[in-house]
């Protein structure tokens, strides 16, 4: 679990990538003509949202991080 958010975004790079070259390659645009280009498009939409996934996984792994190194501190 320590690496699924760069497992994530590997992913989603991977999805980005098949998208532009879906959409805006001309071997892509022949691959996948008129509602067959919906393909790459929800390749792209789910490379936006794993790239999300993996910072609100990043962010709630630091900030649990930070929270838990100060509860052994008391104050004075």
Request: hydrophobic letters at 55%; a positive charge.
């Amino acid at each position: 679990m320590r690496y699924l958010p760069f497992c994530l975004l590997i992913i989603a790079f991977a999805g980005f990538g098949f998208a532009y070259w879906g959409l805006e390659t001309p071997d892509g645009r022949r691959a996948y003509d008129e509602m067959a280009g919906i393909i790459p498009m929800a390749a792209g939409l789910a490379g936006a949202v794993l790239v999300v996934v993996a910072a609100a996984i990043s962010l709630w792994r630091w900030i649990s991080a930070r929270n838990t190194s100060h509860r052994g501190k008391e104050r004075t």
